[in-house]
């Protein structure tokens, strides 16, 4: 019944308001005619100083020889193959690195004598070069997708860990007393207070994330791989392809984005959401 008053009920916007709304629509709007512009542009010039002969193909590769490429791997019926590959290790890395670095994140922030023992060792881990791990990952989990995975994870889980840790500690401690003046519990204060405070530091770390998880999956691909973006950049750079190489530098930017954008979208659902 509240749903149906609500439809017929018709928003009675003011002139002022209209045109805000109106002024916001043509900057978005601008702000997309502007990115894509500036893609048609570079492409446009890649494409034009290979023809011109600036520089040359065989090095740089150009749109229409990555295109080219792309219908050849179609052809050949690997091209979604290495994309699945791949779109999986890292979807798989991602949701587990965000979710044991929330988890460990949370742990740290419940105790603190647990987060001063472990905090130094955190930061000496995100200081560690993840590929001087590659030798102990091989013979850990071998040469199959869990190895791709495993550092997948390792490269996001630190980053993911110290992005909510400091989003949770940096809770406002006056509210906290407040709360436990009222007599709530620690468990209170965090699903009350802690976690909805740390709401855009969580956006904030998915989107980093999202390039630390690609970081990783083709740094993993790079070691122990068959098959994947990562084994076509491998492969293309040895034997000289590197139409190949820019192909899968192209696909991974797409993908990448494809991603980012996606994250965007979760924050604008979780957002009207929370509104609501």
Not at 159 to 183: E, R, Y
Request: some cysteine; charged content about 15%.
């Amino acid at each position: 019944m509240k749903k149906e008053i609500k439809k017929r009920i018709k928003p009675n916007f003011s002139e002022e308001h209209r045109q805000y709304l109106k002024h916001q629509r043509l900057k978005i709007a601008l702000i997309w005619g502007f990115r894509i512009g500036l893609l048609v542009l570079f492409l446009g010039f890649w494409e034009l100083s290979t023809v011109l002969g600036l520089v040359d193909p065989f090095i740089v590769s150009s749109p229409s020889r990555v295109c080219k490429t792309i219908g050849s791997l179609y052809n050949e019926g690997t091209l979604f193959y290495h994309i699945g590959v791949t779109l999986l290790e890292t979807i798989i890395g991602f949701i587990l690195a965000v979710v044991l670095g929330v988890l460990i994140a949370l742990a740290l922030w419940w105790s603190d004598t647990v987060r001063r023992v472990l905090e130094p060792y955190i930061v000496v881990m995100n200081a560690l070069p993840k590929i001087a791990l590659g030798p102990l990952i091989i013979i850990w989990f071998g040469t199959g997708n869990k190895a791709i995975i495993f550092m997948t994870v390792i490269v996001g889980l630190i980053v993911a860990v110290m992005h909510m840790l400091s989003a949770f500690i940096a809770t406002d401690k006056n509210k906290i007393l407040l709360l436990k003046s009222m007599g709530a519990t620690k468990l209170q204060i965090l699903r009350k207070l802690v976690i909805p405070s740390s709401f855009a530091s969580f956006i904030s770390m998915l989107k980093v994330n999202v390039g630390m998880a690609w970081i990783g999956s083709i740094m993993g691909e790079y070691i122990v791989s068959r098959a994947g973006l990562g084994y076509l950049l491998v492969y293309g750079g040895q034997v000289f392809k590197l139409d190949l190489v820019m192909t899968a530098i192209f696909i991974l930017c797409i993908l990448a984005a494809g991603m980012y954008f996606l994250v965007v979208l979760l924050e604008k659902v979780l957002v009207k959401n929370t509104e609501n």
